[in-house]
């Protein structure tokens, strides 16, 4: 339906618009965040305090606010594409409210199809950037096939497509989460969202800073008062 | 953090400084405002106490101050000690005020927020600015090293100030302290991978920066060596800069490279300063000749002076040589508004929409290109020219002679026996002549091959024609989709004035159902309680793929599908629907449109009149696309018929070359063999009824 100007005109002349106003290279984002009843309470509300932080902090960065970009999968119950791909600048925190069970799977692969879409258009408006980082953050284990995605971050992993990174919160299976995560998953220390966010938009402001392609060796977040994870 | 603490620090001839608010921090220090003393900032490195030699470096580049510096950098005054251990921590600098960093204006969002009276001449007065400052410093023997968007400060006016002086190349005496940072986006190709503490830098790198920032400026905050790559390649901008691949060269063929879209482009500046890109960007290795500040100020100066404003927006400031506003043409073609008017997110120039109008008035859809079957011609086979005299017989055609004489002779077998014996051998003969001399059998060959040739050409015309006409009616009616599409977007546009609202459900209502057919449920099965793949492809079977598909009619149709799946079916329908959420592609909203505002309806009139002017472009290129793909096709064919016909004229020349019996007789071994023993039949059965 309307297919041909959903291809020649809307997609192109809207990402054209946003790309050309600010053509800075990008750092994607893309948190996948397990929005599950065992969540609820306490966790879910820091959790939503650190996505503020989060935010606040990439803000005082001018460059890096231009540059980072930020889309938030959550999965309770469903799979939602909460926020799409936004540079801090505009990036607006949502709620996020607990409910149903732990579809961590398909949050992935999700996760995984935006940056895909993501880098698509980057290259399609030949915007640079900066390898993708998808951030999962969950204190349960998958009720949905989750070892197809293993590979699929595996191989990403490999060719260099994104970094993967899990954070379980207590209550998580860190088995699970080894298999699928190529690097070592980290436990939050108790309720740190806050500190982690730090953690994360300070990593992000100095890849931003760094030149795409580079290893940027990251502050190690299981030390020193600012720490926020242990192994 | 730990600079946070230190409170109060002192220069060299004790004097005291409290440090105030955080100014800025960086990769190597911290820099404050000094408490009473608005005109001075105080950098406190992090690396505590510094190296050695950044003491030495900052005490002799304190030596070295001079008014000239100071008009173009935050040059260091002295050097500031800790007060508790009396050992070198920072640099007192002046505080540059009122400004803000160069990404800041050539980025715009940026630049509608923190200066919002710019326009393109600010860019390029602040490109000339900057290439000014480069060139004092260079003047001066200085060399910046760690080029970059960051360590440029510009105000208002456009007046450039450089901070983070302290990474330098300054000489002192026989000493050179070296810049031991780089930003790689604007670190020259020969530098790459070098290892910077330990590397002189030379004015030429530092020309490779000042070009990379000069293009940010002029082109509103494109890097250039970021655009779009032919062929699916990924590419890194430091590779880019590696290859010399200049994204907006005009060498396209070298760099494989395009501008990326709603961009200036190089020939809308002037010719020099595109040579003096291509000269920066592209310089081959072991050259040092990329052009020098002096030559940018002197190219800048002349664009400054020889800028037009354009007759539609009073925002778009261009070359004056061009023939038309490039920023209109980046609008048109669906880019943003770069400038605007008193920070306001758009203001409409009456005459742009008067200008649009015209433009759609003289709107003409396309014609699509017509095929007719006459245009497919399939040649026949000829018959064959009687001849005046043919050339001397052959064996083949004594043979089919003696074939005639032999027939003859077996029909007057009822006269006498002997006859039908003699016809009956000299068929046998003349038979086996045929059959097996070489010129009757190349003869025969030859014309069976033409034959059998022109037959299986004729049929590939046949389906080359219907494959061209199959083709063609797909195209056509894609192309009639679109303009029927194109159409119903014209009379949005028309109705806009009237009902806005109305338009804009409607564009809901599109939105909606393109997000939900692209929501398929084979991708969402786990969102579906009870859902498996399999059922997912039996439904799929049935036609019932996204959300818009699950109605009662379709689900009734799929067999075995109990309730408690429809109902979730149902379920998922509705939670699918409410995730939808509506991106008005006009920056116009429903809530705009309540306001009713003159505004919202120009807005939304503008966006959709260069939507359709778009979308028309498309279809005049569809058109010539499909005009050139169908002459393409029946070119090939017409070649291909060609080739028949050539056949058919060989097929007719080889048979007219052949005397008629002889042609009719030796066409085959069947028909030899059919005829051999047709005569001696005949002739027998002559015999028993009438002999
Ligand atoms: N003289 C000054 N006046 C006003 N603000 C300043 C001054 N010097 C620095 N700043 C602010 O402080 C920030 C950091 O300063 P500077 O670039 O000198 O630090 P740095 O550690 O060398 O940074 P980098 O590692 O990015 O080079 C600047 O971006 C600027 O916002
Ligand atoms: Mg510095």
Known sequence: MNKFFADSTYDGSFGAVEFAENPEPRVPCVLIV????????????????????????????????????????????????????????????????????????????TALDMIEERRQQYRENGIAYYRPWAFLITDGEPNDQWQPVAARIRAGEQRKAFSFFAVGVKGANMEILQKLSARKPLWLQGMKFAELFRWLSNSQQAVSRSSPGDEVPLVDPTQGPDGWAFV | ????????????????????????????????????????????????????????????????????????????RALLYSSHTGEACGVLTPRVRDARHLHELYGTAARRRFFPQARWFHLVLAA???????????????????????????????????????????????????????????????????????????QDHDRFGLAILLFHLL??????????????????????????????????????????????????LPPAIEKLFERAFRQPDGVANRPTAQEWIQQLDALLAERKGCSFDPTHLYYSRLSQCPWCRIE??????????????????????????????????????????????????????????????????????AFAGSAVACLASPASPLALAVGALGSLASG?????????????????????????????????????????????????????????EVSHYRAADGQLKDVLA??????????????????????????????ASVLQSYGVESPLDVTQMNLFAVPMLHDGLTLELFAWRDRVSRQFVFKPEHGVNFSDADAGGKAAVQRFKVTQARRILMASHHLDSLA??????????????????????????????????????????????????????AGPAAGALAYWLFG
């Open chain 2, 506 to 535: 409607l564009f809901r209502m599109t939105q909606l159902n393109r997000f939900l057919t692209n929501y398929l449920i084979s991708e969402h099965a786990s969102e579906i309680p009870g859902m498996t793949p399999a059922l």
């Open chain 2, 624 to 677: 010539a696309a499909s005009r050139n793909q169908l002459e393409r096709e029946l070119t090939f064919f017409d070649r291909s018929a060609d080739s028949a016909r050539e056949l058919a004229k060989n097929l007719r020349a080889a048979q007219s070359a052949r005397r008629p019996l002889e042609r009719i007789i030796n066409q085959s071994p069947w028909m030899i063999a059919a005829s051999t023993l």
């Open chain 2, 1 to 76: 953090m730990k600079s946070g603490m230190l409170h109060e620090v002192i220069d060299s001839e004790g004097e005291k400084y409290l440090l105030d608010e955080l100014l800025g921090k960086g990769g190597e220090g911290s820099v404050f405002a000094v408490h009473g003393k608005p005109a001075l900032a105080a950098k406190v490195f992090h690396k505590n106490p510094p190296a050695p030699e950044t003491v030495a470096k900052l005490q002799a580049m304190v030596a070295s101050r001079n008014p000239g510096l100071d008009g173009i950098a935050a040059w260091p």
């Open chain 2, 332 to 401: 048109d073609e669906g880019g943003p508004a770069f400038f605007v008017l008193d920070g306001s997110s758009s203001i409409i120039s009456p005459q742009r929409i008067e200008h649009l109008e015209a433009q759609l008035y003289r709107l003409k859809f396309p014609a699509f290109p017509q095929l007719s079957p006459q245009s497919f011609k399939v040649p026949q086979a000829i018959a064959p020219k009687r001849l005046q005299s043919y050339g001397q017989p052959t064996v083949a055609d004594l043979a089919a002679v």
């Open chain 2, 128 to 202: 000339r600015n900057v290439a000014a400052a480069f060139d004092a410093l260079h003047e001066s023997g200085i060399l910046i090293g760690d080029v970059n968007q960051g360590n440029l400060l510009i105000d208002e006016t456009m007046r450039v100030r450089f901070i983070d002086c302290d990474s330098f190349q300054v000489r002192s005496g026989a000493q050179t302290y070296y810049c031991p940072v780089g930003t790689p986006h604007f670190t020259p190709p020969e530098l790459h991978g070098v290892k910077l503490r330990d590397a002189s830098r030379t």
């Open chain 2, 432 to 488: 086996a002549a045929l059959m097996l001399n070489k010129s009757a059998i190349a003869k025969r060959q030859e014309s069976g091959e033409l034959a059998d040739g022109l037959l299986a050409a004729q049929n590939d015309l046949n389906r080359k024609s219907r494959a061209i006409t199959a083709a063609h009616a797909k195209r056509q009616a894609s192309f009639d989709q679109a303009t029927a599409e194109l159409k119903t």
């Open chain 2, 219 to 268: 082109f509103v905050g494109r890097h250039p060596f970021a655009g779009r790559l032919f062929g699916d390649r990924d590419q890194t901008i430091e590779r880019a800069i590696a290859e010399r691949r200049f994204a907006f060269s005009k060498d396209r063929t070298a760099t494989l490279m395009e501008p990326p879209p709603a961009s200036l482009r190089l020939d809308d």
């Open chain 1, 34 to 109: 397990d929005t599950s009843t065992s969540m609820h309470g306490p966790r879910i509300g820091e959790l939503n305090k650190g996505l503020k932080v989060y935010r606040d902090e990439l803000l005082c960065d001018a460059l890096a606010a231009k540059r980072v970009e930020v889309a938030v999968v959550t999965f309770g119950g469903r799979v939602t594409r909460k926020v799409d791909f936004v540079t801090a600048t505009n990036f607006q925190p949502p709620t996020l409210e607990v409910v149903g069970g732990t579809p961590m799977g398909a949050a992935i692969n």
